[in-house]
């Protein structure tokens, strides 16, 4: 599986971005897939995750702090998942990675992720 985020870039406080990342092959449907960001010097945290549509049809997950601005959503026609940002914080400045997850479970802990996207950056100015 491959995965390629796309989406970052530089934006004013109270902001919106949108980032999308585009998986290859063909048990798209089937992934857990998650956002996590890493601030310099940080360790790579948890954002947020979807389940597969056929499981808990396709619930959410979110760490506390994007509660309500962000939304993660999935095309699976399109073997895409989304991020949409809103109300965006200079604290939200970070590496944006996407990962895929080929088992069930929506974990929120990088290790339980398969598969690595090369991350785009989100920089917000205050």
């Known amino acids: 599986v491959q995965l390629q985020a796309s989406g970052g870039g530089l934006v004013q406080a109270g902001g919106s971005l949108k980032l999308s990342c585009a998986a290859s092959?063909?048990?798209?449907?089937?992934?857990?897939m998650g956002w996590f960001r890493q601030a310099p010097g940080k360790e790579r945290d948890f954002v947020a995750a979807?389940?597969?549509?056929?499981?808990?049809?396709?619930?959410?997950n979110y760490t506390d702090s994007v509660k309500g601005r962000f939304t993660i959503s999935r095309d699976n026609a399109k073997n895409t998942v989304y991020l949409q940002m809103n109300s965006l914080k200079p604290e939200d400045t970070a590496v944006y990675f996407c990962?895929?997850?080929?088992?069930?479970?929506?974990?929120?802990?990088?290790?339980?992720?398969?598969?690595w996207g090369q991350g785009t950056q989100v920089t917000v100015s205050s």
């Open positions: 979807i389940a597969p549509i056929s499981w808990r049809g396709g619930s959410t």
């Open positions: 092959g063909r048990s798209f449907s089937s992934y857990v």
């Open positions: 990962a895929a997850r080929p088992r069930l479970g929506v974990i929120t802990t990088s290790s339980g992720y398969d598969y």
